[in-house]
């Protein structure tokens, strides 16, 4: 009923930036809480920024100072605004985000299929 699609990721140099950008799309009433994780290889998966519909923002202690979290609410879209890339920011990059659904008029949780975000010189 809702996708969410993210596009931006890529191979960057380590001092590079990147943006990130995820639409959702579908059967949407309103989005609330929106986020970016990531995972690395043979690593668990870990918040990377969030930020709620009214706009606060939190970010893990590695990204705070280089990453920014946005989100346009008329479109659906959340961004990811990665500046001073480090190797160690290599990873599949995942949106996440809480959707009250037209059908139900309940909150339901969807992920996007992920985007390869690569730090190398």
């Known amino acids: 009923q809702v996708q969410l699609v993210e596009s931006g990721g890529g191979l960057v140099q380590p001092g590079g930036s990147l943006r990130l950008s995820c639409a959702a799309s579908?059967?949407?009433?309103?989005?609330?809480?929106m986020g970016w994780y990531r995972q690395a290889p043979g690593k668990q998966r870990e918040l990377v920024a969030g930020?709620?519909?009214?706009?606060?923002?939190n970010y893990a202690d590695s990204v705070k100072g280089r990453f920014t979290i946005s989100r346009d609410n008329a479109k659906n879209t959340v961004y990811l605004q990665m500046n001073s890339l480090k190797p160690e920011d290599t990873a599949v990059y995942y949106c996440?985000?809480?959707?009250?659904?037209?059908?139900?008029?309940?909150?339901?949780?969807?992920w996007g299929q992920g985007t390869q975000v690569t730090v190398s010189s």
């Open positions: 996440n985000a809480e959707v009250l659904i037209i059908a139900t008029m309940r909150p339901q949780n969807y």
């Open positions: 579908g059967s949407i009433f309103s989005m609330y809480g």
């Open positions: 930020i709620t519909s009214g706009g606060s923002r």
